[in-house]
DNA sequence: CTTTCATGTAACTTTTTAAGTGACAAGAAT
DNA sequence: ATTCTTGTCACTTAAAAAGTTACATGAAAG
C-alpha cells in the first residue's frame, strides 16, 4: 500500500499550531507547510481533536492544543492516528495443522509486542515541547550557516 | 500500500527448514504451512539465501541453514528481508521554506531512528533457536489441553 | 538419456490502504 | 448577506507487496 505519513503529519500540524498560534491557522495554511491538501489537514485534525490534543471550532481559523506541549508526548500523537495496531505485521493466515504454522503467530507476536513497546517507550519520553524546541534550534543553525 | 508480511514469513521458513530438516523441503510443502504460494516461498528464499541465512541448490528440495540457530538473531532476519528502511515513516515532501516544514524531517527522524533502535535491539535479543523452541513447548502444551 | 520434479526468476495482475480530489452543508465573522 | 472556513462524504489515484503464470535450467531416478 501507499505508506502511512499520518504520524509524521500529525507531529507536524501540532508544531505548526504551537508555533504560529497568533496567525491564522486555515487548514489552507497548515497544508501548505505539509505540501499537502486541506482535506488531509482536517482529516488528522478530526483524530487529534478525537483524541483530545486540539480544540477546534466549525467555521473559524483558530485550533488550539488542548495540554501544554510539555504534556504532549509522540507516543500520545502516535496512538492517536496509529491506534494499537501492530507496529511489525505478522502473517495472519497459516496452516493451524502444522506444528509451525499453528504456533508461530503466537511466538512472533510476543517477541514483536515486546519490540514494539520498547520503540513506543522511547516516544513516550519525547515531548511536542522537545520537538518545538528542537525545531527551532535547528532553524536557528540553519541561519548562522548562511 | 499492501502490508508486508515478508519478515513474519521469513522466520516461519527458517524454523520450517530447521524442524522439518530430515523432510524433503519443496517450496510447495513451505508454501502450505504458511497458506501462501510457491513464488512467494522462493522469492523469500533468494533473499535469505542472498543474505547468507540458507544454502539452496537449484532443483534440489533440500534447503539447509547457513549457521546453527542459535547464531540467527530475529534481527538478522529482519535486516535480510527489510533492510534498513524507516520503520516509521518521515513525509519526506515538507515545504522547506516553512519554519517547521525545513527542519521537522531531520528533528523527527532522529527520534525515529532512537525508536527503531530500540526496537531492533530487542530482535538482535532473539534467535531462531529461542523461536523453535518457544513453538515447541506451545505445541506441548496444546497437546495436554485436549 | 529421458522423464519427472524442483528451483530461480521474470513479467504481469490483483489486493490493499492511504493520500489526494471534488463537493457541499453548515458555522463564524465582518 | 456575503465570504471564509470547517467537517465530512464519496470517489479516484498511487504505491507496494502478494499472488499468478510461465519457463529455462538443474538434479536425480529409473
Redesign the pocket.
Known sequence: ??????FS?SVHILAFIEIYQDQ?????L?ASS???????V?????TL?ENGLIA????????KLSKNPREITLLDIYLAVEGD?QLFTLDT?TNPDCIVGGNIQKVLGTYYEDAKMAALRKFNNVSLQDIIETILVEQKAKKVLK
Open positions: 500500500m501507499r505508506v502511512s505519513t499520518r503529519d491564522k491557522l486555515s487548514s489552507e497548515i505539509i505540501e499537502t491538501s486541506p482535506v488531509v482536517r482529516r488528522l485534525m478530526s481533536r477546534t471550532k466549525k467555521g473559524t481559523a483558530e485550533p495496531k493466515n
